[in-house]
Nanobody
Framework: QVQLVESGGGLVQPGGSLRLSCVAS????????MSWYRQAPGKQRELVAQ???????NYADSVKGRFTISRDNAKNSVYLQMNSLKPEDTAVYYC?????????WGQGTQVTVSS
């Protein structure tokens, strides 16, 4: 059973930074294609950042230049470094692991950007 556990969320002032982590278990981590999503209140869940083929990365236009996705296969972890945070980045952030036709989700971590 694949499990994903996010951490690192919290309350931060506009302009601040946070680093989210997601640890996977129950599978060989390097076989998972990892991505980060977020869902703000009253809105649909949206893609924030992802690894594509060959470990290339892709970002939502709204976070380009501010967020960075990275992974450490030795630690079974994927990270989301978030800089220059804005109030509109407030959401629950989820990591997702994809393997074949299956998607696995973490429980989410709350990020609140407010003064």
């Amino acid at each position: 059973q694949v499990q994903l556990v996010e951490s690192g969320g919290g309350l931060v002032q506009p302009g601040g930074s946070l680093r989210l982590s997601c640890v996977a278990s129950g599978t060989i981590f390097s076989t998972l294609t990892m991505s980060w999503y977020r869902q703000a209140p009253g809105k649909q869940r949206e893609l924030v950042a992802q690894f594509t083929s060959g470990d290339r990365t892709n970002y939502a236009d709204s976070v380009k230049g501010r967020f960075t996705i990275s992974r450490d296969n030795a630690k079974n972890s994927v990270y989301l470094q978030m800089n220059s945070l804005k109030p509109e980045d407030t959401a629950v952030y989820y990591c997702r692991g994809t393997k074949s036709i299956y998607n696995y989700w973490g429980q989410g971590t709350q990020v609140t950007v407010s003064s």
